[in-house]
């Protein structure tokens, strides 16, 4: 099996076939958005589709390390982003221009992820059947 840590083109993201492609694009704090897209994420795998997850614009705060509860005490999405791996959601790639638009770089991040450039976003799209964006 490929896992992200085996990707390092564009190209490669054909070798990495999967059922359901999850978009995060908000905060981890602030809405649910973010919360919701992990948990149908981890849902989907348990049910045996293999999903993978892209991280665009504030979506990608989620995957900083040693983040805190959020106001009025809003729980923090760590403890689902640390059972990605427990579900065999290993593919996770995120927005080179998102991560770059807020001065992160894979040193700030808890898990590794691919970074897709524009080019590469729209070839994820249009590899996945089914995509889910929140």
């Known amino acids: ?5 085996d990707l390092e083109t564009v190209s490669d993201l054909e070798t990495v076939p999967q059922d359901l492609l999850i978009v995060l694009r908000h905060p981890p704090h602030g809405s ?10 981890l849902v989907a795998a348990a049910f ?4 993978g997850l892209l991280f665009q614009g504030d979506g ?7 983040q805190q509860a959020g106001a009025l005490g809003q729980k923090g999405t760590h403890p689902q982003i640390a059972m990605l791996e427990m579900y065999d959601i290993d593919t996770l790639w995120a927005s080179e221009t ?3 638009e807020r001065g992160l770089s894979a040193d700030d991040l808890m898990l590794p992820v691919v970074p897709l ?7 994820c799209f249009a590899l ?6 929140f």
């Open 48 to 51: 045996g589709q293999r999903v």
């Open 128 to 133: 996945h059947p089914h995509a889910l964006i």
């Open 32 to 41: 649910q958005w973010l919360r919701e897209g992990l948990d149908v994420a």
């Open 117 to 123: 450039n524009a080019e590469a976003v729209a070839e």
């Open 1 to 5: 099996m490929t896992t992200f840590s």
């Open 60 to 66: 990608v705060y989620a995957l900083l390390k040693d």
């Open 98 to 100: 998102a991560l770059a």
